[in-house]
């Protein structure tokens, strides 16, 4: 995640971020700083929609389904694809994620939608409102930005990548003799 407090990247408080720590990585012992600790949520509408769309889909109970929910809400605004946003190593664990613990929303995406446009559209028709131009999505003119490939590189897998190219040329450098 790029730049800024971990809680905030995640969507989660700093209590709540603790708390998933110390129960999913109890070996880590990790140990948030005073401030991060303290740290609250400041979340937009939208991402409140997403977080609530999920939480009122969840197929799993407990705090998990709440944590992923908020992390999941909080990534889908950011550029890139979803499951890179959160760090996955490809779509496929997204689908995977999502129909584990919000197999009722995940089940509604029977046209394979890229999911941070599916999000979208299930909030869209909720209200009443239609995404597409046209009344079939076949000849929307977005059609590939919905239904388009995803395949490739994760962002973290080439900028782990990148550094290990860097780390060797730098190796190289300096044991070449000037």
Known sequence: ???GALPAKT???GDELAALLAQYFPSLEV???DDLLRYKCNENDEIAMVRDLLLKHRSTQGDLGRWLAAMIARR???PDHLWEDLGLRNRGELSRLLSRHYAPLAARNVNNMRWKRFFYRMLCEDEGL??????VCTQCNDFNLCFGEESGESRMAERRRD???EAARQQVTA????
Do not use: F, K, N, V
């Not at 239609?130 to 009344?135: D, S």
């Not at 044991?175 to 000037?178: A, L, M, S």
């Open 1 to 3: 995640m790029d730049g």
């Open 11 to 13: 969507g989660l408080s």
């Open 31 to 33: 140990e948030l700083r």
């Open 76 to 78: 889908a605004i950011e």
């Open 130 to 135: 239609a995404m597409c131009t046209t009344p």
């Open 163 to 165: 550094q290990l190219l």
């Open 175 to 178: 044991d070449w003799p000037i």
